[in-house]
């Protein structure tokens, strides 16, 4: 193991092992770091990972209230496994609210910027929510979900709402291969979806399963597959600001 201190650079940090990032995000930044996840493998695996090197660290989710059931009853499997409280972020009220009463409960159905509005008011504005009760947003980007993570950095400054925090992604150069052999190895809680074909699991109608020859996210909003914008996989939450 690297010996890590709060003077390690984020170069450094970068090419830290993943249980070795955890460490350094809990070590320097305490309760202003924290796991962001959607409970899909990825976040899992680092739940299980913290549990092990930084039992302490914060795990936030956001709850658009449209997650599938198999994905609550997840949460609480974590909860109960792990000892852990997991925060909850949700839609404001009253924004939904507001939403739904102007354009319907399905208004992701009828267009792109319809869609984004919904993400925008379930998604991206609980996700600000979230950020700004940290400066580390440990994430479960990997850069073969997708073209558009191709890129993904395992440590980056981002920026969000003229503020800027380090976002890491510590499994982002993992293969799916490696995201399941330590899934099998630890006994990690896994979303029952996956069995059923699913590969990225969001909110209830917006994520399909896949067929084998599809593309990672190609079950999400599928009724948009014909398009070829580079972000009309995305919800918003880690495009806005730029960074993915
Ligand atoms: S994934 Fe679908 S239901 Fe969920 S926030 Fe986005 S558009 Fe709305």
Not at 105 to 120: G, S, T
Not at 126 to 145: F, K, S
Not at 224 to 244: A, V
Request: proline share 5%; net charge negative; aromatic share 8%.
């Amino acid at each position: 193991m690297t010996t890590v201190t709060s003077e390690t650079t984020l170069n450094e940090v970068a090419h830290l092992e993943p249980e070795e990032m955890l460490v350094w995000a809990y070590e320097t930044h305490g309760p202003r770091a924290g796991i962001v996840t959607s409970f899909q493998n990825t976040g899992c695996v680092m739940i299980d990972m913290a549990h092990r090197v930084a039992p302490d660290m914060r795990i936030l989710t956001i709850d658009t209230l449209r997650l599938h059931s198999e994905t609550y009853e997840l949460i609480e499997e974590v909860e109960a496994r792990y000892g852990v409280q997991i925060e909850r972020f949700q839609p404001d009220p009253e924004r939904l609210e507001q939403m739904i009463g102007q354009h319907g409960e399905f208004l992701f159905f009828d267009n792109k910027v319809k869609q984004e509005y919904c993400c925008q008011v379930r998604k991206v504005e609980p996700n600000r929510r979230a950020l700004e009760t940290l400066d580390v947003w440990i994430t479960g980007l990997r850069r073969d979900q997708s073209p558009a993570r191709s890129n993904v950095a395992r440590a980056e400054p981002v920026h969000r709402d003229d503020r800027e925090l380090v976002r890491l992604c510590p499994l982002a150069d993992w293969n799916e291969d490696q995201v399941n052999a330590y899934i099998a190895a630890h006994n990690v809680p896994m979303n029952k979806l996956y069995a059923e074909g699913y590969s990225s699991i969001g909110c209830e109608i917006c994520s399909t399963p896949i067929l084998p020859t599809e593309e990672k996210r190609a079950g999400r909003w599928r009724w948009f597959n014909q398009l070829e914008e580079e972000h009309s996989k995305e919800c918003g939450i880690h495009t806005e600001g730029g960074g993915i």
